[in-house]
Nanobody, 124 residues
Framework: QVQLVESGGGLVQAGGSLTLSCAPSGRTFSTYAMGWFRQAPGKEREFVAAVNWSGGSTAYSDSVKDRFTISRDNAKNTRYLHMNSLKPEDTAVYYC?????????????????WGQGTQVTVSS
């Protein structure tokens, strides 16, 4: 079993920044892709960003492109979602997810394991 530990959520004013982290543990894959999704109250879970194993390929939703970026720390086996220029509409519970393989996936159905979610609230 794979566990994903998320951290970094919180309350921030519009225009501010937050960084979320996600670290797989337990039975880890030799290679895996990671995705970030979010779900606001009353809305469906939506794709935010994804990165492949090497980090050479990334994808972002149009709503966060040029504001959010993914990075990684191989020594800590941790991926980060850096969120800048936050807007009130970014308020949601953010989830990281992983699946084995070398590709990159935007569809949440393609992911095998999910983090517990972390709340991000952006005040206006």
């Amino acid at each position: 079993q794979v566990q994903l530990v998320e951290s970094g959520g919180g309350l921030v004013q519009a225009g501010g920044s937050l960084t979320l982290s996600c670290a797989p543990s337990g039975r880890t894959f030799s290679t895996y892709a990671m995705g970030w999704f979010r779900q606001a109250p009353g809305k469906e879970r939506e794709f935010v960003a994804a990165v492949n194993w090497s980090g050479g390929s990334t994808a972002y939703s149009d709503s966060v492109k040029d504001r959010f970026t993914i990075s990684r720390d191989n020594a800590k086996n941790t991926r980060y979602l850096h969120m800048n220029s936050l807007k009130p509409e970014d308020t949601a519970v953010y989830y990281c997810a992983v699946r084995s393989g070398l590709g990159l996936w935007k569809d949440p159905a393609g992911y095998e394991y999910w983090g517990q979610g972390t709340q991000v609230t952006v005040s206006s």
